[in-house]
């Protein structure tokens, strides 16, 4: 950075500031350019010292306002005005006329040859660009080395405040604080920022220098980040490159941070896999989880998430696929947030989560959430087990309560947990699926022609062998309840007063209603459609 105080304070060229004073001093110089006799600036001499000998005598007196006020709409950083032969001022006019204007104005001695000055200031200019050059080079190499700190954005930061004397900003697109080096007012900067300017902004608030730049990143759009210095401001140059590179490497970390995330999330989904379809063949140990937060033989549960036309037969691969992936990734981002250690995952066409921990409401929380964002997840929970052997114990269970939170009724809870279940519903559950449907309608072949002896025999069971009950829920005489029931019993050819057929009736109805639901979670199921299985989303 080459300024006008100092050229002035370079002796050889015997420069004056006659108009601008110390203000005039810091005003920074990008070249120097000499006009020709009567030429006046045009807009391509912007932040250029401009040199001139002075006006043609036959011209008009008001040739000296208009060459300083084309050099003030040009942009030029000050004008240099050589004396006339023997004067020991400059002409009355284009002093008041350069005061007017507020341009700052040097005088050149008589003799002195205006191209040499042009030379020796550019020459100057260059070498305080290679100086400065140098010296962003060493500014950057330390804001570079902040990427690998254990915090990068915080030391990236801080670094840029020390780098400069300055505090340090960084706003939210709403104007909440993300960071902050050093005091400062930032309730105040952020209402003077211009939301609406996609340009680098600088104002003074009080005594500070303000400096905001829009960043857009990989992660969070429209933040900004803010310089404020107390006193004089930091040279335009240094600070716009200095940004620049700023932007560029909070950019690097969030990329960074992201691609680690996804990494970890690929490792936990990983292990996951491993330990819910663990055959006994593979011993895990509590090394392989307690990377991520998992204590030895604490309680750990598995849960399975689903949407309910999942289970239809004819799915469309795709869009289970792409919402498979929606959903893992929407857990991933609520249960990170809980304290407790957690995989998450999918297999064999579900979402799954394994948690550390005694209480289970999590899981009721993310379905509750998953619902909020219009997706109508079901969920099961396996036992809790204290050995990572028993994982896969866990990961049957929840798929087992998963089958029968798809297939509820509409005022049961969308998350059932296998701790609840009776007797009944694991025997239908564990059992082999197509030797239980057979052997079901074996049992029920005669009267599944009659839809309703069949749906009468299915609500006599789910009312507890209550005539009434059923009478009502059928909205039919009890009388054709104790008909049809009878009329059942004779094709059944079996008493629903007999302990043994009561038994195996109410199983074989739950297993014909299950199945009419169109239910197909279900291990052998999935063994057989490998195309519901989905990779890490």
Request: some cysteine; proline content about 4%; charged content about 20%.
């Amino acid at each position: 950075m080459y300024t006008i105080g100092d050229l002035q304070s370079n002796v050889d060229l015997g420069l004056e500031l006659r108009v601008g004073g110390n203000r005039a001093k810091t005003a920074e110089i990008a070249r120097a350019e000499v006009l020709r006799l009567g030429q006046l600036p045009t807009a391509e001499h912007r932040a250029v010292l401009l040199l001139t000998s002075g006006l043609p005598e036959d011209v008009s007196p008001g040739s000296s306002q208009a060459l300083v006020a084309a050099a003030k709409s040009a942009g030029a950083v000050g004008v240099v005005h050589t004396l006339a032969a023997d004067a020991a001022q400059l002409p009355a006019a284009i002093v008041e006329a350069a005061a007017a204007l507020d341009l700052p104005l040097l005088s050149a001695p008589a003799n002195a040859s205006l191209r040499s000055i042009k030379d020796a200031v550019n020459e100057r200019v260059a070498r305080s660009e290679l100086v400065l050059y140098q010296q962003l080079l060493t500014l950057q190499s330390s804001l570079i080395a902040a990427v690998s700190t254990p915090d990068p954005t915080d030391s990236l930061l801080r670094r840029l405040g020390a780098l400069v004397n300055s505090t340090v900003i960084l706003y939210h697109p709403d104007g909440r604080l993300l960071a902050a080096t050093g005091d400062g007012p930032t309730n105040v900067i952020w209402q003077r920022i211009d939301k609406s300017s996609q340009e680098r902004q600088q104002f003074t608030v009080g005594q500070w220098h303000v400096v905001a730049s829009l960043i857009n990143g990989p992660e969070e759009a429209h933040r900004w980040i803010v310089l404020a210095r107390r006193g004089h401001p930091t040279s335009q140059e240094i600070v716009s490159q200095l940004i620049t590179t700023v932007e560029q490497l909070l950019d690097v970390i969030a990329l960074s941070r992201r691609a680690a995330a996804t990494e970890e999330a690929h490792q936990r989904a990983d292990v996951l896999q491993r330990l819910v379809s663990n055959n006994g063949y593979e011993k895990f140990g509590w090394d392989h989880v307690r990377r991520f937060g998992f204590e030895p033989h604490g309680p750990c549960f598995v849960a399975t998430i689903a949407l309910p036309h999942w289970s239809r037969r004819r799915l469309d691969p795709e869009l289970h696929s792409q919402q498979l992936r929606d959903v893992t990734q929407i857990l991933r981002g609520l249960i990170s947030n809980s304290s407790s250690p957690h995989l998450v995952g999918s297999h064999e066409g579900v979402a799954v989560v394994l948690l550390q921990c005694s209480d289970s409401r999590l899981i009721d929380e993310s379905v509750s959430v998953l619902g909020a964002r219009k997706l109508q997840a079901s969920a099961g929970i396996g036992r809790k087990v204290a050995s990572l052997d028993l994982i896969g114990n866990s990961y049957r269970d929840a798929r087992l309560a998963l089958t029968r939170s798809l297939t509820r009724a509409t005022d049961v809870p969308a998350v059932q947990r296998f701790e609840d279940f009776a007797v009944a519903d694991i025997a239908i559950s564990t059992a082999d699926e197509d030797q239980l449907i057979r052997r079901s309608h074996d049992l029920l072949a005669k009267i599944e022609g009659s839809e309703h002896l069949l749906e009468t025999l299915i609500v006599y069971m789910q009312n507890d062998l209550s005539i009434n009950d059923t009478a009502n829920e059928l909205n039919i005489h009890p009388n054709s309840v104790r008909y049809r029931i009878s009329r059942a019993e004779e094709l059944i050819g079996g008493s629903l007063r007999s302990l043994p057929t009561i038994v195996d009736v109410f199983l074989a109805v739950q297993v014909i209603a299950r199945n009419r639901a169109g239910s197909v979670f279900t291990l052998n199921e999935h063994r057989t459609t490998p195309h519901v299985n989905v990779a890490l989303g």
